[in-house]
């Protein structure tokens, strides 16, 4: 019997740099939660956040272009995970920046002030009358940051689960952390974590088979596998499937979309934000990377599937959303009917269909940010107004606030002039290039089943009166005014000059083996 | 010269933006059709330098967009599309001054009422001027919005079904287009590809494929126009909207759509458009047709006109796809003047509303023993709209039915019939709120005021002086239509009729 020398991999430390700043400052959050006085506490985090997190964007301009195989094969710094790395910070320090708003909540902040405390108890009620301010989630959202960033660059499936877990768990926590409607709140964290926990069995277990059939962990051993014809192919196709599974739901892909609009109603507004620009390109990056690297080989099959997946979500997605009467579920409709316009560019599997996806990816997490940041916004009584009806006449009372947010549904819709219209544009072109015209039509039938809700809201703004005992819009601090004014500039921006952004991701659309 | 059409298209934008910025309702209104006059100015200025016989597209204008994707700002100036940008310029004034108290007692926004219309006007110009076809559907579909906002605001009582019912057929439509627009950029070659409609008229695709984007194409622009049997937007849109708004939409907003089949369509598609045009044909008849017999069932003095406009917007189709020279220069005449006469027919009847608050035409009855002036014009405006001898409206729908009798007899004859059933429509109307005894309520109905005189005076002396002398218009025109028959690749079947002698 052999024994194999461990070796210590060569680590390439400078690419790896700006994960380790967000990571490290993540550890640094924990610190000063534990020991610095209560009241710098939360300066302190935000501080410490955002330097590293404009730290870490520096960095990976810095490194624009370079492409990096790093600790034995299991990190991969190439152009999409760059790209996917420089939007999941952006989209971390967006939200940082939304965490600190403190005049929307008469109670002075959007987190409960314990997440342990039983909602309605006496505990809490001590707590908010003492105004204790939550300062953990500055830590939490770093470390998701962090494994957001690992995620998109995990070359191997024991990596990228390590990545997963290290960035759901944080999500878990964030999601029940409201102050406003506890229950709900809580009962969403539970949902997130029970399924959430489900989808990581799946991906581990399918890790295990997808070993069993080609002997590798690494993507690049699997696609040498695959391609050699070696192993036994059942075993790898149903690895493979489940892999997907776990990736599928973080994404939230029909049939794995169940959680997705109790969790973005419960969580808070913020948060939801994050989750859905943030996660999305995580999950997304790596989902394109398991399939272009790993499984090139055996892309006619998994096409075919993904196609199906992305045509059911299209289409499910849109159509739920025509029911809903709350606005934070209907944006999680939305949102879902947005990963399946963005399976579209994933099923093209061509380096345009990449680099539609990334454009996607970005143009939509700043919208979604924008629009859920207007969310927080429109209050009565018990915090958030997010009911449907209470909206009726915003655009009468408060027209910049609700044409940012028209502006917004405008670009989810895919009209032009918005970057919601160039990015379905490049999907469409893309999935069309790769002979997917039916998938194309699907999703022209999906497009205008979602302009009819997406309008809908826009009519109830606007065309009607307003209620009497409506909600009011808050004024925000600077930092929402600045978060939605600057994501309405670029959603217009992106929608009329989107050429620097098409470039780049133009040429940062190859997966490097 | 170039910049002349960019600057064409960016005035009124900018125009916009000034009317929603500026101090004082009174000075945005102001600063609004000042804005309109200006390019009407410079209409006149760019159609002086238009050489009629020149190549099809003149003052091109070609900067690069989106460059990765091979998008281009790019217009154009054709004989066609001339005729059409000097209609939205005359046209714009008009309404804006229509719009001048309009909505002043709704509380909405007068200044957002005045920029909407700017914007509109501007991406109006820039669909009939653009020659980059991404362009041009970009445009297309962003006038959605600010239409949809001027309906669903300021319109009537059911206006936000009106609003949402003309966002999602036109939006159904513009994205099936967008599906064939893709599909005809990706018959070029690869890392060559541009929407460039001078590169896309180059390919030669076969004519399967043309089809499919034929169909693409042509929902979309059926949707828009509209045609039998998508048009049930229109009269909706058309009833709860503001008059003024009414006659922006159906006289000029929705020539969009039948441009798009003579500029677009003809010129990508020639093998598909010549197989399909039998089809296309019996469509426009069928909505000549049926829209002039609805029209007579109509008791709402809006949804007459807008069914009106309906059947004639089939015969526009109708002469499009006729295929002939002659029929195809009479639709876009057609276009100048059907836009000129629907627009002077909403205005009229918006002051007949404005005045009795109904637009229920049993409510009305002998207006014009205290109103003979309204009463005058709504006659000439009647008349021009079931194309009396002397009008506009009348050598264009001639042209058209002569033009496709040459090829399709049978459509023709059909067709000639909704000239009958135009005058029952048109003349039931003018029976039924201006003859007879005035009610008690109409009695003391004023007559027109100077404003609104001046208001439609401008469209009759148009519409006179083309059925007149129709003869320059119909040169610029024809320049247009003939080179775009050429690009079809169909050649006329005789006798040519003589054209200019069509007015006298």
Same mark, same amino acid.
């Given at each position: 019997?052999?024994?194999?020398?461990?070796?210590?991999?060569?680590?390439?430390?400078?690419?790896?740099?700006?994960?380790? !700043?967000? %990571?490290? *400052? /993540?550890? +640094?959050?924990? #610190? &000063?939660? $534990?020991?610095?006085? =209560?009241?710098?506490?939360?300066?302190?985090?935000?501080?410490?956040?955002? !330097?590293? %997190?404009? *730290? /870490?964007? +520096?960095?990976? #301009? &810095?490194? $624009?272009?370079?492409? =990096?195989?790093?600790?034995?094969?299991?990190?991969?710094?190439?152009?999409?995970?760059?790209?996917?790395? /420089?939007?999941?910070?952006?989209?971390?320090?967006?939200?940082?920046?939304?965490?600190?708003?403190?005049?929307?909540?008469?109670?002075?902040?959007?987190?409960?002030?314990?997440? /342990?405390?039983?909602?309605?108890?006496?505990?809490?009620?001590?707590?908010?009358?003492?105004?204790?301010?939550?300062?953990?989630?500055?830590?939490?959202?770093?470390?998701?940051?962090?494994?957001?960033?690992?995620?998109?660059?995990?070359?191997?499936?024991?990596?990228?689960?390590?990545?997963?877990?290290?960035?759901?768990?944080?999500?878990?926590?964030?999601?029940?952390?409201?102050?406003?409607?506890?229950?709900?709140?809580?009962?969403?964290?539970?949902?997130?974590?029970?399924?959430?926990?489900?989808?990581?069995?799946?991906?581990?277990?399918?890790?295990?088979?997808?070993?069993?059939?080609?002997?590798?962990?690494?993507?690049?051993?699997?696609?040498?596998?695959?391609?050699?014809?070696?192993?036994?192919?059942?075993?790898?196709?149903?690895?493979?499937?489940?892999?997907?599974?776990?990736?599928?739901?973080?994404?939230?892909?029909?049939?794995?979309?169940?959680?997705?609009?109790?969790?973005?109603?419960?969580?808070?507004?913020?948060?939801?934000?994050?989750?859905?620009?943030?996660?999305?390109?995580?999950?997304?990056?790596?989902?394109?990377?398991?399939?272009?690297?790993?499984?090139?080989?055996?892309?006619?099959?998994?096409?075919?599937?993904?196609?199906?997946?992305?045509?059911?979500?299209?289409?499910?997605?849109?159509?739920?959303?025509?029911?809903?009467?709350?606005?934070?579920?209907?944006?999680?409709?939305?949102?879902?009917?947005?990963?399946?316009?963005?399976?579209?560019?994933?099923?093209?599997?061509?380096?345009?269909?990449?680099?539609?996806?990334?454009?996607?990816?970005?143009?939509?997490?700043?919208?979604?940010?924008?629009?859920?940041?207007?969310?927080?916004?429109?209050?009565?009584?018990?915090?958030?107004?997010?009911?449907?009806?209470?909206?009726?006449?915003?655009?009468?009372?408060?027209?910049?606030?609700?044409?940012?947010?028209?502006?917004?549904?405008?670009?989810?819709?895919?009209?032009?002039?918005?970057?919601?219209?160039?990015?379905?544009?490049?999907?469409?072109?893309?999935?069309?290039?790769?002979?997917?015209?039916?998938?194309?039509?699907?999703?022209?039938?999906?497009?205008?089943?979602?302009?009819?809700?997406?309008?809908?809201?826009?009519?109830?703004?606007?065309?009607?009166?307003?209620?009497?005992?409506?909600?009011?819009?808050?004024?925000?601090?600077?930092?929402?005014?600045?978060?939605?004014?600057?994501?309405?500039?670029?959603?217009?921006?992106?929608?009329?000059?989107?050429?620097?952004?098409?470039?780049?991701?133009?040429?940062?659309?190859?997966?490097?083996? | 010269?170039?910049?002349?059409?960019?600057?064409?298209?960016?005035?009124?934008?900018?125009?916009?933006?000034?009317?929603?910025?500026?101090?004082?309702?009174?000075?945005?209104?102001?600063?609004?059709?000042?804005?309109?006059?200006?390019?009407?100015?410079?209409?006149?200025?760019?159609?002086?330098?238009?050489?009629?016989?020149?190549?099809?597209?003149?003052?091109?204008?070609?900067?690069?967009?989106?460059?990765?994707?091979?998008?281009?700002?790019?217009?154009?100036?054709?004989?066609?599309?001339?005729?059409?940008?000097?209609?939205?310029?005359?046209?714009?004034?008009?309404?804006?001054?229509?719009?001048?108290?309009?909505?002043?007692?709704?509380?909405?926004?007068?200044?957002?009422?005045?920029?909407?219309?700017?914007?509109?006007?501007?991406?109006?110009?820039?669909?009939?001027?653009?020659?980059?076809?991404?362009?041009?559907?970009?445009?297309?579909?962003?006038?959605?919005?600010?239409?949809?906002?001027?309906?669903?605001?300021?319109?009537?009582?059911?206006?936000?079904?009106?609003?949402?019912?003309?966002?999602?057929?036109?939006?159904?439509?513009?994205?099936?287009?967008?599906?064939?627009?893709?599909?005809?950029?990706?018959?070029?070659?690869?890392?060559?590809?541009?929407?460039?409609?001078?590169?896309?008229?180059?390919?030669?695709?076969?004519?399967?494929?043309?089809?499919?984007?034929?169909?693409?194409?042509?929902?979309?622009?059926?949707?828009?126009?509209?045609?039998?049997?998508?048009?049930?937007?229109?009269?909706?849109?058309?009833?709860?909207?503001?008059?003024?708004?009414?006659?922006?939409?159906?006289?000029?907003?929705?020539?969009?759509?039948?441009?798009?089949?003579?500029?677009?369509?003809?010129?990508?598609?020639?093998?598909?458009?010549?197989?399909?045009?039998?089809?296309?044909?019996?469509?426009?008849?069928?909505?000549?047709?049926?829209?002039?017999?609805?029209?007579?069932?109509?008791?709402?003095?809006?949804?007459?006109?807008?069914?009106?406009?309906?059947?004639?917007?089939?015969?526009?189709?109708?002469?499009?796809?006729?295929?002939?020279?002659?029929?195809?220069?009479?639709?876009?005449?057609?276009?100048?003047?059907?836009?000129?006469?629907?627009?002077?027919?909403?205005?009229?009847?918006?002051?007949?509303?404005?005045?009795?608050?109904?637009?229920?035409?049993?409510?009305?009855?002998?207006?014009?023993?205290?109103?003979?002036?309204?009463?005058?014009?709504?006659?000439?405006?009647?008349?021009?709209?079931?194309?009396?001898?002397?009008?506009?409206?009348?050598?264009?729908?001639?042209?058209?039915?002569?033009?496709?009798?040459?090829?399709?007899?049978?459509?023709?004859?059909?067709?000639?019939?909704?000239?009958?059933?135009?005058?029952?429509?048109?003349?039931?109307?003018?029976?039924?709120?201006?003859?007879?005894?005035?009610?008690?309520?109409?009695?003391?109905?004023?007559?027109?005021?100077?404003?609104?005189?001046?208001?439609?005076?401008?469209?009759?002396?148009?519409?006179?002086?083309?059925?007149?002398?129709?003869?320059?218009?119909?040169?610029?025109?024809?320049?247009?239509?003939?080179?775009?028959?050429?690009?079809?690749?169909?050649?006329?079947?005789?006798?040519?009729?003589?054209?200019?002698?069509?007015?006298?």
């Amino acid at each position: 019997m052999t024994t194999q020398q461990f070796v210590v991999p060569a680590i390439d430390y400078g690419a790896l740099l700006p994960v380790i !700043v967000v %990571l490290g *400052a /993540a550890v +640094v959050a924990i #610190l &000063v939660d $534990a020991f610095a006085p =209560v009241r710098l506490r939360a300066a302190i985090d935000v501080t410490v956040s955002v !330097v590293a %997190l404009v *730290a /870490a964007l +520096v960095l990976l #301009l &810095v490194r $624009a272009g370079t492409d =990096v195989v790093t600790a034995n094969g299991a990190v991969v710094v190439d152009g999409p995970a760059l790209v996917a790395q /420089a939007a999941i910070v952006a989209f971390t320090l967006v939200s940082v920046v939304l965490y600190t708003e403190k005049r929307l909540d008469p109670a002075g902040d959007s987190f409960a002030p314990a997440g /342990a405390s039983v909602p309605g108890s006496e505990l809490e009620r001590v707590l908010t009358l003492q105004r204790t301010q939550q300062t953990e989630v500055y830590a939490l959202t770093l470390f998701a940051a962090g494994g957001m960033m690992t995620m998109v660059a995990a070359n191997d499936l024991l990596t990228m689960f390590v990545a997963l877990e290290v960035l759901s768990l944080p999500l878990y926590l964030l999601s029940s952390l409201s102050r406003r409607k506890r229950l709900l709140s809580q009962e969403s964290g539970l949902k997130y974590f029970l399924l959430g926990a489900f989808a990581s069995a799946f991906f581990l277990y399918g890790t295990a088979l997808v070993y069993g059939a080609t002997g590798s962990l690494n993507l690049a051993g699997i696609d040498a596998a695959v391609s050699a014809n070696v192993g036994v192919e059942s075993l790898l196709l149903v690895g493979t499937g489940m892999v997907a599974v776990g990736l599928l739901f973080k994404i939230s892909a029909v049939p794995f979309q169940f959680w997705t609009p109790d969790v973005y109603q419960g969580a808070p507004t913020v948060v939801t934000g994050f989750m859905a620009a943030a996660t999305k390109v995580a999950a997304f990056v790596a989902l394109m990377r398991v399939l272009y690297v790993g499984l090139g080989g055996l892309v006619a099959d998994w096409t075919l599937l993904l196609s199906v997946v992305a045509g059911l979500t299209m289409l499910v997605g849109s159509v739920l959303a025509l029911s809903q009467t709350d606005i934070k579920r209907m944006l999680a409709y939305s949102s879902i009917a947005h990963a399946g316009f963005l399976l579209v560019g994933l099923v093209a599997a061509s380096p345009s269909g990449t680099a539609a996806a990334l454009f996607y990816l970005a143009v939509y997490g700043i919208t979604t940010i924008g629009a859920f940041a207007v969310v927080t916004l429109v209050r009565d009584a018990g915090g958030e107004a997010t009911h449907l009806s209470s909206w009726a006449g915003l655009g009468r009372r408060s027209p910049l606030v609700a044409g940012a947010f028209a502006l917004f549904l405008l670009s989810f819709a895919g009209i032009p002039l918005t970057s919601g219209f160039v990015a379905k544009l490049s999907v469409f072109a893309a999935a069309f290039d790769a002979g997917q015209v039916v998938l194309v039509l699907v999703g022209v039938l999906a497009s205008a089943i979602a302009a009819f809700f997406y309008l809908r809201v826009i009519v109830l703004m606007f065309f009607s009166e307003p209620a009497p005992d409506g909600p009011t819009v808050s004024v925000p601090s600077i930092a929402t005014a600045v978060v939605i004014t600057v994501a309405a500039g670029l959603t217009v921006w992106f929608g009329v000059l989107p050429g620097s952004l098409l470039d780049l991701v133009q040429q940062a659309s190859e997966f490097v083996r | 010269m170039t910049g002349w059409l960019t600057a064409l298209v960016l005035l009124p934008a900018l125009g916009a933006v000034v009317t929603a910025l500026v101090p004082g309702v009174r000075t945005a209104k102001l600063v609004a059709i000042a804005t309109s006059l200006l390019v009407l100015a410079l209409t006149v200025a760019v159609g002086l330098e238009f050489d009629p016989s020149g190549s099809l597209y003149q003052l091109t204008d070609q900067v690069a967009w989106v460059a990765p994707l091979g998008v281009y700002w790019s217009l154009g100036l054709s004989g066609i599309s001339l005729a059409l940008v000097a209609l939205t310029a005359v046209a714009t004034p008009l309404v804006l001054g229509a719009m001048w108290a309009e909505v002043d007692d709704t509380g909405r926004s007068i200044k957002a009422y005045y920029a909407l219309v700017l914007v509109m006007e501007a991406m109006v110009l820039g669909a009939f001027l653009a020659t980059d076809v991404l362009l041009f559907y970009i445009l297309f579909e962003a006038m959605l919005v600010p239409m949809y906002f001027l309906i669903g605001m300021y319109g009537g009582e059911k206006r936000q079904y009106a609003a949402v019912k003309f966002v999602l057929y036109n939006l159904f439509g513009g994205l099936v287009m967008l599906a064939a627009v893709i599909g005809l950029y990706l018959q070029g070659a690869p890392r060559e590809r541009t929407f460039l409609l001078s590169d896309l008229v180059a390919l030669d695709i076969d004519e399967g494929t043309q089809m499919w984007l034929f169909v693409g194409f042509m929902i979309a622009f059926a949707i828009k126009a509209p045609l039998w049997p998508v048009h049930t937007w229109l009269p909706d849109a058309a009833t709860e909207a503001p008059a003024s708004q009414a006659a922006y939409l159906s006289g000029v907003v929705d020539k969009v759509g039948t441009f798009g089949m003579i500029a677009l369509v003809l010129p990508l598609f020639p093998d598909a458009t010549v197989s399909a045009a039998p089809w296309v044909v019996g469509l426009a008849v069928v909505s000549i047709v049926w829209a002039a017999l609805v029209a007579i069932g109509q008791t709402d003095l809006k949804r007459i006109i807008a069914y009106a406009s309906i059947s004639h917007f089939g015969v526009i189709v109708l002469g499009i796809f006729a295929l002939t020279t002659q029929a195809t220069s009479g639709s876009t005449f057609y276009m100048v003047s059907h836009g000129l006469s629907t627009t002077a027919l909403f205005l009229v009847v918006g002051f007949m509303i404005s005045r009795r608050g109904s637009r229920h035409l049993g409510d009305y009855g002998g207006l014009q023993k205290p109103a003979p002036i309204l009463a005058g014009f709504l006659l000439v405006a009647g008349l021009s709209g079931l194309a009396m001898p002397g009008m506009a409206t009348f050598v264009s729908e001639f042209l058209v039915l002569v033009g496709t009798f040459s090829r399709y007899q049978v459509a023709a004859a059909v067709a000639t019939v909704s000239i009958v059933l135009a005058a029952l429509y048109i003349l039931i109307m003018y029976q039924r709120t201006m003859t007879g005894p005035p009610t008690a309520q109409t009695a003391s109905v004023a007559d027109v005021r100077g404003r609104e005189a001046a208001l439609v005076a401008p469209l009759f002396a148009l519409l006179l002086a083309l059925g007149v002398v129709p003869g320059p218009l119909l040169t610029t025109i024809t320049d247009g239509t003939t080179q775009t028959i050429a690009e079809v690749g169909v050649s006329d079947p005789s006798p040519v009729f003589a054209a200019e002698g069509a007015g006298q």
